[in-house]
């Protein structure tokens, strides 16, 4: 079989079975980061060892140079710590040590590239059951990776990307069945796909998630920028709370090719760690996020005092942390080209009080671009729907366009789906700024004034549709018609019951 025989859809089954070993004995929102540690450890074994077996054939009689020549790997794997050394003592006690020792050892190894990848993921640990059960679970997992359909050696599946969709393959699935934790790492491919599109990215721009989970949207964004130009001249940067989802995101960049990334690990608005300097925040072309909605527990005691002056516009509520994200992500646009789309619950669009005062300010500074109301059931873990708010450091002109785009999705049975069609509708009118009925309006300021900036999407776009006049003599005539065959009827059965003998 030749490397362009290999069908995406045999490499996701392969991965989606191999959770089988956990199905039942361990929580989806708990096996993930084996399962998508494990792709990554074979991913890289395969890689070395055929680059390895590719020399050997080469300058099979001259050892030192092959040895030289892996040293300059995308990563060094040490000796026996690979996937196939793991594989070959499966049997053994202590497939969880010898798994662990191994991963650490291939940090140390690219200390530059994955330095505290592995320290949140630990195959030894008591959550896989008593040691019998562990080693079991550990052999099965070894094994489901060892069969020929997982073989991801370069020569057989060619680019990269045959990889990397395999893993967002496993991400997108996990959401799916994670509950409520699925926001917190997951954004749907086809609302990462419309935000990027919004953005417009362009080649040597420099691209940043504040909130970027596993680093699904990011990598749409630069996808897009390689699908339309070839061009690899753009970087990534993001920022993830969560130890074990930055791990994810990691290794789904190196997974995908995007070596030219930095994504660091620490909560963004205590701590934001995308800095030009120690007072600075470095800016960006184009910021995106889908960040947690209205996250209780934010950051509001040290907002005051912020160093980096991201809430001078006002300190947002206490108990919701939704304008927090949105003032970090407008002051790390750039002066000039600096655009961003976030994804927000609705009450964003109209709650007072402190978030009222800041929505004025933005409006009355005119960054506020767009403003796209969601179907519901979108997003995984909430049903609600959300909307997208557009943001542009340098506007073309002072208006603000609503879309109401709630009304337009393929129904799915535990989550809704944006079509193509759908996609589209939203970015022509979007670039059209005009007025479509019952769908889009261009809003002036001194309307958003008179409607105290409320930004809820019913007040701007009409969506009522005219009820077909009834015509009551009409209904009379038919009620009355009804009424004598019912007569009719009944004297009917009444002859029928005589005949029977029950009256």
């Not at 794997?77 to 650490?104: S, T, V």
């Not at 701590?271 to 960040?291: M, R, T, W």
């Not at 002066?335 to 619950?345: D, E, F, L, N, S």
Request: with cysteine; glycine share 6%; proline share 4%.
């Amino acid at each position: 079989m030749s490397k362009t025989d290999i069908a995406q859809e045999t490499i996701n089954a392969a991965v989606w079975a191999a959770c089988d070993t956990f199905r039942g004995t361990v929580d989806p929102s708990i096996y993930k980061d084996y399962v998508l540690t494990m792709l990554f450890l074979k991913y890289i074994s395969d890689v070395w060892q055929d680059h390895y077996d590719g020399y050997k054939a080469e300058y099979g009689d001259h050892p030192e140079l092959i040895k030289e020549m892996l040293k300059n790997e995308r990563f060094v794997l040490p000796p026996k710590a690979n996937f196939y050394a793991l594989h070959e003592q499966r049997h053994a006690a202590g497939n969880g040590e010898r798994i662990d020792k191994a991963l650490h050892a291939i940090e140390e190894a690219n200390i530059g590239k994955l330095r505290d990848v592995f320290q949140d993921i630990s195959f030894n640990a008591n959550k896989l059951g008593d040691e019998q059960q562990k080693n079991d679970i550990l052999r099965h997992l070894l094994e489901d990776f060892a069969k020929p359909e997982l073989n991801l050696r370069p020569s057989r599946v060619g680019t990269l990307d045959i990889i990397g969709n395999a893993y967002e393959f496993l991400i997108k699935n996990f959401a799916s069945s994670s509950g409520k934790k699925a926001g917190e790492f997951y954004t749907p491919p086809e609302v990462s796909s419309l935000m990027a599109r919004l953005m417009d990215p362009k080649e040597g721009d420099e691209i940043s998630d504040p909130t970027c989970g596993s680093g699904s949207l990011l990598l749409k964004v630069g996808r897009l920028i390689r699908d339309r130009s070839g061009s690899r001249k753009y970087a990534l940067f993001g920022q993830e709370a969560i130890g074990s989802t930055w791990a994810l995101a990691k290794m789904n960049m190196f997974l995908h090719g995007e070596d030219n990334h930095r994504i660091e690990w620490g909560d963004t608005i205590r701590n934001p760690k995308l800095l030009d300097s120690e007072a600075s925040l470095k800016h960006f072309d184009i910021v995106v996020a889908n960040p947690p909605f209205s996250l209780e527990k934010w950051g509001h005691e040290g907002a005051d005092t912020d160093k980096f002056s991201r809430f001078r516009r006002g300190v947002p509520p206490r108990t919701k942390g939704d304008y927090a994200f949105i003032l970090h992500m407008i002051e790390t646009m750039k002066p000039r080209t600096g655009r961003m789309a976030v994804v927000v619950p609705h009450g964003v669009l109209f709650r007072g009080a402190a978030e009222g005062k800041l929505r004025k300010k933005l409006i009355d500074e005119n960054l506020l671009d767009i403003v796209i109301g969601l179907p519901e059931k979108l997003f995984y873990g909430t049903g609600i729907p959300a909307a997208i708010l557009v943001f542009r450091k340098k506007k073309g002109n002072d208006k603000v366009l609503f879309i109401d785009a709630s009304r337009d999705y393929e129904d799915g049975k535990n989550q809704n789906y944006l079509r193509e069609t759908d996609l589209q509708r939203i970015l022509d009118t979007a670039n059209a700024r005009a007025n479509v009925d019952k769908y889009a309006y261009l809003a002036s300021p001194a309307e958003i004034v008179e409607n105290d900036y409320n930004l809820n999407i019913p007040r701007y776009v009409d969506t009522f549709e005219e009820e077909e006049e009834i015509d009551l003599m009409a209904v009379r005539k038919e009620r009355l018609e009804l009424k004598a065959e019912l007569a009719r009827l009944e004297e009917q059965m009444t002859v029928y019951l005589k005949e029977l003998g029950y009256e």
